[in-house]
């Protein structure tokens, strides 16, 4: 067999000498020829069309934190809580480090829920709510609060903290008045009985209708606000549906409100104390009592 070379290279396997087979060395200094049945392994094999393109590891980057948002405005986060201990370290151990004061307002818990914060958290601020409801724990935290911007959470682990930075983002943006929504593209709830869900539709067509909103959502306690303006939310009510008061009162005053996806989470431990038709009956008598005009002519 012989090869053929480009012009001007010289053969770099002279012709093995007649009488001698393959496998028999030529002459000194000479290189033994390749025979057909050596493996090449110095030589990656050749691609076939049909083959796949090998897979090559995927390198990322750091994963963005949510922790890693700074805005230039003081945070308060308040969570009311009552018989949370069970839930408490999941829910501290989520909170960015944009939240610079956590204040737990207690409900007379029986459980060891303000040990259990203060061990997660050393410097978190605890105070009583004084008389019993959600409304007025709320309102509770609220006074005690010193941020310029308020957040609040539910303790049940059902919001998440990391979602924090997406509400102050809006009131870093000129945003007055930010709520969670769970009907928005990125939003949801893994937690919204058929019951709750056709009583929160039904409210919330309510309060679009008297109060001219655009609203996805109404009955999630999702919120954060501008301290300035918690004398205009003017808040009085006692129980759950101080959620709606806000909504309808930030409404009323004309306040800039803006809404971000929010995924609800069901409860880490222990049972809801909240009671969806109670409940959702104060909710509307709330929106009927506070709409535009109810309060002329008494």
């Not at 012989?2 to 030529?26: E, H, V």
């Not at 930010?178 to 309510?206: C, E, I, Q, Y």
Request: charged share 25%; proline share 8%.
């Amino acid at each position: 067999m012989s090869t053929t070379l480009p012009t001007g290279q010289p053969s770099a396997n002279p012709a093995t000498p007649s009488g001698s087979s393959p496998g028999t060395p030529g002459p000194p200094g000479a290189r033994p020829r390749r025979r057909a049945a050596d493996r090449i392994a110095d030589r990656a094999p050749m691609r076939r069309a049909g083959d796949r393109p090998p897979v090559r590891p995927l390198v990322r980057g750091p994963a963005r934190r949510a922790g890693d948002y700074r805005t230039r405005h003081t945070v308060s986060l308040v969570v009311p809580a009552r018989d949370e201990a069970r839930n408490i370290p999941w829910v501290f151990e989520q909170i960015p480090s944009c939240v610079d004061e956590v204040i737990l307002v207690d409900g007379s818990s029986r459980d060891a829920t303000v040990t259990m914060a203060r061990a997660c958290r050393p410097t978190v601020r605890d105070v009583d709510q004084g008389a019993p409801g959600k409304g007025n724990a709320l309102r509770a935290g609220f006074a005690a609060a010193t941020g310029e911007y308020i957040v609040m959470i539910d303790a049940d682990g059902s919001m998440w903290p990391g979602e924090i930075p997406h509400f102050l983002h809006f009131l870093d943006h000129g945003y007055d008045f930010v709520k969670g929504s769970r009907r928005m593209a990125g939003g949801g709830s893994l937690d919204l009985t058929p019951l709750r869900a056709l009583g929160n539709k039904a409210l919330l067509l309510v309060v679009n209708r008297l109060y001219g909103g655009l609203l996805t959502d109404l009955c999630y306690g999702y919120c954060a606000f501008r301290r300035d303006f918690l004398a205009e939310l003017d808040l009085r009510a006692t129980g759950f549906e101080i959620e709606a008061e806000m909504i309808a009162h930030a409404l009323r005053s004309g306040l800039r409100i803006a809404e971000v996806p929010s995924l609800e989470l069901p409860r880490r431990s222990g049972r809801s104390h909240l009671h969806a038709v109670s409940d959702g009956r104060r909710v509307l008598r709330t929106l009927l009592a506070e709409r535009p005009g109810a309060g002329e002519g008494r």
